[in-house]
């Protein structure tokens, strides 16, 4: 079964500078999606990004950016930038392409922004 | 505007009781999902639909029935069987089950056991 980790439960970054978030996770599987998902103290999810696992290239998103390392099975968020609206839970998301039903998610990651 | 509205933002049952949770979607969207969130556990699948009529058990069940009789509303219904329901609650949907798309969510049921 696939399962999604991250290793970070709280992290902190300082106004205007840059965070990363760390996400790994666990498939035999060759094709599938990976997401970061947002979700502020309004408790509402909020789709941040996303990655094909059969694309290279990294997705960017204005100023979320991740690092897809397909060998690896490592797919972390970098926030550049921080903004104070950007403080939230932060969850890595794992869904297979083949079957296509449920999406797996991490424990998710608490990020306070430092003014 | 077009979205996920679930209700009632919080909700209090008493031990033993069923209680309904109610999740609405004018998206057209086909697939349906019902999530649990407990603190540093992050999100639990507990039922899914893929489509009208039909649904699937997810990872934590027990305790939990649904219905999808309608394309637009896949309610949840906690049972006196679910040994511990205080939880946070999320509804999402996604277009096409097959369809490489993400979820969508409601803003979320808030249960307490009193």
């Known amino acids: 079964a696939q399962t999604v980790t991250q290793s970070q439960p709280e992290m902190s970054v300082q106004e205007a500078e840059t965070v990363t978030l760390s996400c790994t996770y666990d498939?035999?599987?060759?094709?599938?999606?990976l997401f970061w998902y947002k979700q502020p103290p309004s408790r509402q999810m909020i789709l941040v990004i996303r990655?094909?696992?059969?694309?290279?290239q990294n997705a960017t998103e204005n100023r979320f950016s991740v690092n897809f390392q397909k060998a690896a099975k490592s797919f972390s968020l970098k926030i550049s930038d921080s903004q104070l609206g950007d403080a939230a839970m932060y969850f890595c998301?794992?869904?297979?392409?083949?079957?296509?039903?449920?999406?797996?998610f991490g424990p998710g990651t608490s990020l306070s922004v430092i003014p | 505007d077009g979205g996920i509205t679930q209700s009632p933002k919080y909700l209090f049952r008493k031990e033993g009781q069923n209680v309904t949770l109610s999740c609405e979607q004018n998206?057209?969207?086909?697939?349906m999902y019902w999530y649990r969130q407990d603190p540093g556990q992050g999100l639990r699948l507990i039922y899914y639909?893929?489509?009208?009529?039909?649904?699937q058990k997810g990872d934590i069940a027990e305790g939990y029935s649904v219905s999808r009789e309608k394309k637009e509303s896949f309610p949840l219904t906690v049972t006196s069987a679910q040994k511990n329901p205080t939880a946070f609650y999320l509804c999402?949907?996604?277009?096409?089950?097959?369809?490489?798309?993400?979820?969508?969510f409601g803003q979320g049921t808030r249960l307490t056991v009193v």
């Open positions: 999402a949907s996604r277009r096409g089950a097959r369809e490489n798309t993400e979820a969508f």
């Open positions: 498939t035999s599987e060759s094709d599938y999606y």
């Open positions: 990655q094909e696992a059969y694309k290279q």
């Open positions: 998301a794992y869904r297979s392409a083949i079957r296509n039903d449920k999406v797996i």
């Open positions: 998206l057209n969207h086909d697939a």
């Open positions: 639909s893929q489509i009208v009529n039909d649904f």
